[in-house]
């Protein structure tokens, strides 16, 4: 490749075409080569396409200069007759590089004879023959054997689960958005699955459920991976090789096979972005004919497909961003043509702005009204949203209910962390470890509904119970000094100056005392937040802080999970810093008094935008929340590409069924050997080019497409893997899957062009085409080879 390489920066000028002047003008990025099968020496491998009044004059000139070098013909190229047409206000008129000043001036009388009809026509189905091809053969590898393992398999047990959820419309927290479970609870229900199974742990039996629909949804979308690739490689490339190799690269890998057979959302975010990426590509393939059909389909696909991304995962912002690159980049080239109208422009502004972000923001808006519709009952996931929030959903004590509306003592009560995710206050009659400050009950704060949640609110210095009748209705004001006795244990919320658990800087709470008698250390100023002295409190509206009257510090929780002696709960601590902020703010919840008249919590249920507000706070911190945990397998993002470590899906003993998620190391090697090959060879392209080096068509043709082509698919890897460096949340090798999609279209394109660069600097015909043949065969045969002794 690099001898190769140096003969093109050597070629004689006899060989080589007179290059334009340096710098990037608005045809740079529409330089692309029209290609063709061996066999048509008729139309050239390199040549490229001038504007439509020089076309037929450049063909003529460039097969003129063609007969003078020692060129062979094309091998491997992709259809011929196939034609790119520059972009209406990016190329113009212009003539490529690979055309000087003289060619574009020979009459057009001298234009080629086209390929014959019935040429294109076998060609044309010969395409699509590859293509069902690999389609057929991409299915056949994803449905083999997919009944097996007949029981839960690896996270099986996490999004089956929520299938159900959808199923029975019971409500659950996830920290990834709704689509993605959605669509797997919609094929469980279409395939007759009833939502009954409880999906508990891995290896547990599916018996007699039909659980062969949500895996044959996913494995259908995870099977068009492949086909999307191919087209993908396709229109970047104009080479049937390399789409071939990049859709052979993909069918063939062990580890996409694998992610695809079995009830994740992996397949489903991956069938999106490829879906994009392809929709993209398509659609800059029209730009030649902008405000047309296929451009607004093209166009408003590719915003679809956005939507589809981002509903499934968070990660679907990675293909968000390299579409937005691409469109921010052709804006500015349509900015820079001067023939096109400021109205024109504006149009196009216009065009991408109601395609590419009002349309995929109204339909991922959509799928949440959907979400919130379907899931309208009480559920595990209620405790991680507010008390408004809950109050929408039936079968939850605070949908439709009435309690009292004032704080009174004597009261039962909850009080939960306005903090997403945090929770309610909790104990329980577990002590603090022994060297854990002081050995007494533990207070933490805990997510779900809970007996253990129950506190009683009594004054600070009197041991009465309030709720005699003999006794007059007192209610809590603001500012008064209170005593909360957890209702369980009969032990009073407490704190002193030793340190918390976790947070050193912060006091311990616990809870000390036999039967409510305990010592000053018990006593709490409550506090309403922006309100005056002697203001009562009202239920679920007050904001309220407890003050510890002898330390004088806040009453809080840090977020933070203590270990397993905690029930890996969240740490609660009595904050000196007295900085408002939502860890240290509560508010009431459930209130229980015989005594007081109940109020109607209708008028608390929260609007939509509140609701999606909320539910994107909740799920931000809590993928910020998922650490690694004692001894649990994990991976850093280094070992992704080499391959190092896979993951374990099923099969703890050796008489299980087991699966292992692990790629094809010919597939994974080959495609990190691609990158630095990439980056080396389009770095020695890229420099030649700028200093001004006269390269012959044929090379100036597969260099556009190595640096423009393939240069999208490096940018669509590097956004897909190198963020997972910056991320502190807890990672899985899956995470590599949607950047290794990039990393095997690349391989594709890059072995392609070496093997044409390779052939280009043979004499003999005859010779160029074996070479390419049978290193393009190598190629193939070793990813299958690999494959079939590697996975079964």
Same mark, same amino acid.
């Given at each position: 490749m690099l001898c190769a390489t140096s003969r093109l920066l050597a070629a004689r000028t006899a060989t080589a075409l007179p290059a334009q002047p340096r710098g990037r003008g608005?045809?740079?990025?529409?330089?692309?080569?029209?290609?063709?099968?061996?066999?048509?020496?008729?139309?050239?491998?390199?040549?490229?396409?001038?504007?439509?009044?020089?076309?037929?004059?450049?063909?003529?000139?460039?097969?003129?200069?063609?007969?003078?070098?020692?060129?062979?013909?094309?091998?491997?190229?992709? $259809?011929?007759?196939?034609?790119?047409?520059?972009?209406?206000?990016?190329?113009g008129p212009q003539v490529t590089r690979a055309v000087g000043p003289d060619v574009a001036a020979q009459p057009a009388a001298r234009s080629p004879k086209r390929p014959a009809r019935g040429s294109r026509r076998f060609e044309a189905a010969g395409r699509w023959a590859l293509l069902a091809l690999v389609t057929l053969l991409s299915f056949a590898t994803r449905f083999h054997r997919l009944d097996e393992p007949p029981h839960i398999c690896w996270d099986e047990t996490h999004f089956g689960k929520m299938g159900s959820y959808y199923i029975n419309r019971t409500f659950f927290f996830d920290v990834h958005p709704p689509l993605g479970k959605m669509l797997i609870g919609l094929a469980g229900y279409l395939s007759g699955y009833d939502g009954t199974f409880l999906f508990q742990k891995p290896g547990d039996k599916y018996e007699h459920h039909n659980y062969m629909g949500m895996r044959g949804f996913c494995a259908f979308l995870g099977s068009l991976l492949v086909p999307f690739a191919y087209l993908t490689? %396709?229109?970047?490339?104009?080479?049937?090789?390399?789409? +071939?190799? /990049?859709?052979?690269?993909?069918?063939?890998?062990?580890?996409?096979?694998?992610?695809?057979?079995? #009830?994740?959302?992996?397949?489903?975010?991956?069938?999106?972005?490829?879906?994009?990426? +392809?929709?993209?590509?398509?659609?800059?393939?029209?730009?030649?004919?902008?405000? /047309?059909?296929?451009?607004?389909?093209?166009? /408003?696909?590719?915003?679809?497909?956005?939507?589809?991304?981002?509903?499934?995962?968070?990660?679907?912002?990675?293909? &968000?961003?390299?579409?937005?690159?691409?469109?921010i980049s052709d804006l500015w080239h349509l900015f820079g043509d001067l023939s096109l109208s400021v109205v024109t422009v504006g149009k196009h502004l216009t065009a991408r702005v109601l395609c590419l972000i009002v349309l995929p923001l109204t339909l991922y808006t959509a799928t949440y009204a959907v979400h919130f519709m379907v899931l309208n009952k009480s559920g595990p996931g209620d405790g991680f949203f507010s008390s408004a929030f809950q109050?929408?959903?039936?079968?939850?004590?605070?949908?439709?209910?009435?309690?009292? !509306?004032?704080?009174?003592?004597?009261?039962?009560?909850?009080?939960?962390?306005?903090?997403?995710?945090?929770?309610?206050l909790h104990s329980h009659r577990h002590l603090y470890p022994e060297g854990i400050g002081a050995r007494q009950q533990q207070v933490t704060t805990y997510l779900h509904k809970d007996y253990n949640n129950l506190? &009683?609110?009594?004054?600070?210095?009197?041991?009465?119970?309030?709720?005699?009748?003999?006794?007059? @209705?007192?209610?809590v004001?603001?500012?008064?000094? &209170?005593?909360?006795e957890h209702k369980e244990t009969s032990r009073n919320l407490h704190s002193h100056y030793h340190e918390a658990p976790l947070t050193r800087k912060h006091y311990q709470v616990t809870g000390y005392g036999i039967n409510g008698t305990g010592d000053s250390n018990d006593f709490w100023r409550i506090e309403v937040v922006n309100r005056k002295f002697g203001n009562r409190i009202k239920v679920l509206r007050s904001r309220i802080r407890l003050i510890h009257l002898v330390t004088g510090c806040v009453l809080g929780s840090s977020g933070k999970v203590l270990p397993k002696?905690?029930?890996?709960?969240? !740490?609660?601590?009595?904050?000196?810093?007295?900085?408002?902020?939502?860890?240290? &703010?509560?508010? @009431?919840?459930?209130?229980?008094?015989?005594?007081?008249?109940?109020?109607?919590?209708? @008028?608390?249920?929260?609007t939509f935008p509140e609701i999606l507000l909320e539910s994107h706070m909740v799920m931000i911190r809590g993928n910020n929340g998922l650490k690694p945990k004692d001894n649990e397998f994990?991976?850093?993002?280094?070992?992704?590409?080499?391959?190092?470590?896979?993951?374990?899906?099923?099969? #703890?003993?050796?008489?299980?069924?087991?699966?292992?998620?692990?790629?094809? $190391?010919?597939?994974?090697?080959?495609?990190?050997?691609? #990158? @630095? %090959?990439?980056?080396? %060879?389009g770095s020695i392209i890229a420099v030649a080019v700028q200093r001004g080096a006269h390269l012959p068509a044929e090379v100036e043709g597969l260099s556009q497409v190595l640096l423009q082509g393939g240069g999208q698919l490096l940018l669509g890897w590097m956004l897909h893997y190198f963020p997972f460096f910056l991320m502190g949340r807890i990672l899985y090798f899956h995470h590599y899957f949607p950047a290794m999609l990039f990393s095997s279209m690349l391989t594709g394109i890059l072995w392609d062009t070496i093997l044409q660069l390779c052939a280009w600097?043979?004499?003999?015909?005859?010779?160029?085409?074996?070479?390419?043949?049978?290193?393009?065969?190598?190629?193939?045969?070793?990813?299958?080879?690999?494959?079939?002794?590697?996975?079964?």
């Open positions: 608005p045809g740079a990025r529409c330089r692309r080569r029209e290609l063709h099968f061996p066999g048509h020496p008729e139309v050239p491998l390199g040549e490229f396409l001038a504007g439509r009044l020089a076309r037929s004059s450049v063909s003529a000139s460039r097969r003129a200069i063609l007969r003078r070098g020692r060129m062979p013909p094309a091998v491997g190229g992709g $259809p011929a007759g196939s034609e790119l047409r520059p972009r209406r206000g990016r190329c490689v %396709l229109e970047l490339s104009r080479s049937l090789p390399a789409a +071939l190799l /990049s859709a052979a690269l993909l069918t063939f890998d062990t580890g996409c096979l694998t992610l695809s057979q079995y #009830i994740l959302l992996d397949p489903i975010l991956m069938f999106f972005i490829m879906a994009a990426m +392809l929709s993209m590509v398509k659609y800059n393939s029209c730009a030649d004919r902008p405000f /047309s059909a296929p451009w607004w389909f093209w166009l /408003s696909l590719t915003g679809i497909n956005l939507a589809g991304a981002l509903g499934v995962k968070f990660v679907g912002l990675f293909i &968000i961003l390299q579409v937005g690159w691409n469109t109050a929408r959903l039936s079968g939850n004590n605070l949908h439709n209910a009435s309690i009292p !509306e004032h704080l009174a003592y004597g009261s039962v009560i909850t009080v939960k962390n306005l903090r997403m995710a945090i929770g309610y506190w &009683i609110i009594k004054k600070h210095n009197t041991n009465a119970d309030p709720l005699d009748p003999s006794f007059p @209705v007192e209610f004001r603001h500012g008064d000094i &209170i005593r909360l002696w905690g029930w890996e709960q969240l !740490e609660v601590t009595c904050t000196p810093y007295l900085k408002e902020t939502l860890n240290s &703010i509560w508010n @009431v919840e459930d209130h229980i008094n015989p005594k007081l008249p109940n109020i109607s919590l209708d @008028v608390l249920q929260p994990t991976s850093k993002p280094w070992h992704w590409p080499i391959n190092y470590q896979g993951l374990r899906f099923s099969g #703890i003993n050796d008489t299980d069924f087991r699966v292992y998620l692990l790629g094809n $190391p010919v597939v994974w090697w080959l495609n990190l050997l691609s #990158i @630095v %090959l990439y980056i080396l %060879l600097s043979l004499a003999s015909p005859f010779l160029a085409r074996g070479m390419y043949a049978a290193g393009l065969l190598s190629l193939l045969l070793g990813t299958a080879y690999r494959e079939k002794t590697g996975m079964f």
